[in-house]
């Protein structure tokens, strides 16, 4: 049975319309019933199904759950509220948002899957790309192994705008050197927030991507 029953979409689609504090407070009871707890709930059963496959998975639901608040200190958009929240599977949860993970994004408009290396600094760019180097066949025998492919296609991430010259020999044989980011993606219907099978197409999908973030994980030993 799903966690979630159809006010979940309905507020969160009321909250596009409404992102003002005084709305959220005036229905913060709905927020708490709707959203809020069956999102815990949801994440819950999540981190059990995957952390009998993966221990290192051992975080509180707590720490995987994102926000439903933004932090707006240095953002030009000053909406309070986030219209989607995001339970992120890895060993650090949420708390680290460049370690290879994969993240399962619900909103109003249906749920995304996306993981890898999706937001990576100079450093984490270096560190993957020496891995890459060194193991790269692994990691293409990862994004062309059947699962993978029949649930996220390929492996995305946009290219590097200058390749360095002495780089370019290399890149040439292996292109995902020349990457900025790693990561997959797979958007699901929103009549996917209410199926009973949704923790199971979540995991399945889990499961499809897990060999490409164990893989990017090793750049961070």
Known sequence: ???????????????????DTAWFASHRADYEAAVKAPFAAFTRDMLERVGKVDRTLAIAPRDAMSR??????????????????????????????????????????????????HTASAATQARVRDLIAKEGRSLQRAVAA?????????????????????????????????????????ELPPSMLTEDALCDVLTEHWRAGRTVVAFLERAFV
């Not at 707006?72 to 993970?101: I, M, Q, V, W």
């Not at 390929?154 to 290399?170: F, Q």
Request: glycine letters at 6%.
């Open 68 to 117: 439903i608040t933004r932090d707006t200190r240095f953002l030009a958009d000053k909406r309070p509220y986030n219209t989607h929240l995001t339970c992120s599977l890895s060993r650090f949860g949420r708390a680290n948002r460049e370690y290879p993970a994969t993240h399962l994004r619900l909103s109003a408009k249906g749920v995304v899957v996306f993981g890898g290396v």
């Open 1 to 19: 049975m799903s966690c979630f029953d159809k006010r979940f979409a309905s507020f969160l689609r009321a909250l596009e319309k409404h992102n």
């Open 146 to 186: 059947r699962d993978f492919v029949r649930h996220f296609g390929e492996l995305l991430g946009e290219e590097r705008k200058r390749v360095p010259e002495d780089l370019r020999e290399a890149v040439a044989r292996r292109p995902l050197l020349g990457r900025r980011r790693w990561f997959f993606r797979a």
